[in-house]
């Protein structure tokens, strides 16, 4: 098969020519202004389905596991963090004052202090 | 201007059947896949039909058509790349069987669009408008931003390139 430069066009056409049914068959979808939309096989369509959800799904986790913890300082001037049961919170003034009706827990100054919470004075 | 009369639609109809099989032809060598050539292709006339009725006939029927097509094509292409493993996964690349018949015509456009493939960019889209669209020079070089000058270099130097990796292909 002759490769020259002047035949390139030729052999590009050719190779590339569309057989008459296909054009008789978009000639005819187009004239209709409304073209026929190729339809994927049904486990194509399923998988690609399957796979938004799950990418979906794991932007909606990581949306919610970036939400900033919850401010525990609003009334009691106490400043700390939950993880499970314990209440950890930094020790200002030597002492901290821990939810809960009339309980007190003094602390050395400085660091952190950790405390079990569980039930209603979580 | 919306479309009245019936020569305008006669027009229409005209434009339509001498482009199909041209941005038929082109989409195929563009993506390499009759499925997806038709799609593209059915897309881009209709825009061309909506557009006639609309406002009456474009400047040029088409430059019109096939920038609608060059874009449809990246986006499909782009989509499909990324789908592929998928499709793959699904064995539905191509749902039509591919008998033996057609095998050979395969072989001949994967040959041609893996040569095509190596060519710059635009060297490659100014050959496949002009060569296998059948675009005028001077729509090409309209469509893709260059001088009529420019492409007619990048056609030549793309046809020269193109030959000459067919040629070392067929001797090996």
Known sequence: MTTHPDDIDRRLRTAFDADPASVECVAAAASSGNPVRRRQPGGVRMLRFALAAVVVLLLAIGVWRLQPAPDLSPSGGLDGWFAGDVLVAPIVDGSVAIVGPGTRDDRPPDGLGIVLVSGEDR | ?172
Do not use: C, N
């Not at chain 2, 006639?52 to 058509?65: I, K, Q, T």
């Not at chain 2, 893996?114 to 060297?123: G, K, Q, S």
């Open chain 2, 1 to 172: 201007m919306p479309v009245e009369g019936s020569s305008l639609i006669v027009e229409l109809d005209a434009a339509i059947r001498e482009l199909t099989p041209r941005v038929l032809r082109y989409s195929l060598a563009r993506t390499g896949e009759a499925d997806l050539a038709e799609e593209i292709a059915q897309e881009s006339l209709a825009a061309l039909v909506r557009h006639w009725r609309a406002s009456g006939p474009p400047e040029s029927a088409e430059a019109f058509v096939f920038a609608i097509a060059r874009r449809r094509a990246g986006r499909l292409l782009w989509r499909r790349r990324f789908w592929m493993p998928i499709d793959q996964l699904a064995g539905a690349r191509d749902g039509r069987p591919d008998p033996e018949a057609r095998a050979a015509a395969r072989a001949e456009r994967d040959r041609l669009r893996a040569a095509l493939a190596t060519l710059a960019r635009r060297d490659r889209e100014a050959l496949l408008m002009v060569a296998v669209g059948d675009v005028t020079q001077a729509e090409a070089a309209a469509s893709l931003g260059l001088t009529v000058s420019a492409i007619k270099m990048r056609l030549h130097r793309a046809r020269a390139r193109l030959a000459a990796l067919l040629e070392d292909e067929e001797r090996t």
